[in-house]
């Protein structure tokens, strides 16, 4: 049974531009969860749908949005790219809200130049 | 100030040795998560707690919810072990916040 999956693997923007990040969940799992993890810390919560909608937002600015389409698959969109946006986003999913076990996807490496 | 500190932040040990790692959190939860991160980003959720203690392998996970604090134990340590280990907390509120620790760089020697 494949796992969650992300594309790209990698990407190279830069400032001003905006992104596009995709998500796959496993097959049967309703919920997506996105987190971004910058260089030696821990990753931050930034969006969880479930069912299609947004259930749970972090703290990050309005350029980060997201959507969960009907296959509960996700993209992950950041606009106005900053330096500091560069990072490790990670996308995990679940059977059902996040207090269910999470299975991470390998992340795509964003570098905004 | 976070919600989650882990600690320590690195561990060295030899093989064969017992380690514990330990997280401490501030605020009302509804679970808590043990994830092990290996170079290159990819992640594995280990345990999810809300009470008690679970084992699986060489790996046991205890949480003491009075205390706000659980901790992470590897018997028999193997050099495969090493990687980062992460405690994350979910929020019980109605946002769904899923706090994560910073993280606890373990190698383990040959």
């Known amino acids: 049974d494949a796992g969650v999956t992300q594309s790209p693997t990698h990407l190279i923007k830069t400032r001003g531009q905006h992104v596009t990040l995709r998500c796959s969940p496993i097959?049967?799992?309703?919920?997506v969860s996105w987190y971004q993890q910058v260089l030696g810390q821990g990753p931050q919560f930034i969006f969880q749908?479930?069912?299609?909608?947004?259930?749970g937002r972090g703290n990050f600015p309005d350029r980060f949005s997201a959507r969960q389409f009907p296959n509960y698959s996700s993209e992950l969109n950041v606009n106005a790219l900053l330096l500091g946006d560069s990072a490790l986003y990670l996308c995990a999913s679940s059977l059902a809200l996040v207090t269910d076990t999470q299975y991470f996807g390998p992340g795509t490496r964003l570098t905004v130049l | 100030k976070n919600e989650v500190e882990q600690s320590p932040q690195n561990l060295t040990a030899q093989e064969g040795e017992f380690i514990t790692i330990n997280c401490s959190y501030s605020?009302?939860?509804?679970?808590l998560h043990w994830l092990q991160q290996h170079p290159g980003g990819g992640i594995v959720s280990l345990f999810m707690l809300s009470s008690g203690k679970k084992k699986h392998g060489r790996l046991i996970a205890t949480i003491n919810i009075q205390e706000k604090h659980s901790s992470l134990h590897i018997t028999a340590s193997h050099p495969r072990d090493s990687a980062v280990y992460i405690c994350?907390?979910?929020?019980?509120?109605?946002?769904?916040?899923?706090?994560f620790g910073t993280g606890t760089s373990l190698t383990v020697i040959p």
């Open positions: 605020v009302g939860i509804s679970a």
């Open positions: 097959s049967g799992h309703k919920s």
């Open positions: 994350a907390v979910h929020l019980r509120t109605t946002g769904n916040q899923f706090y």
């Open positions: 749908y479930y069912e299609k909608e947004e259930r």
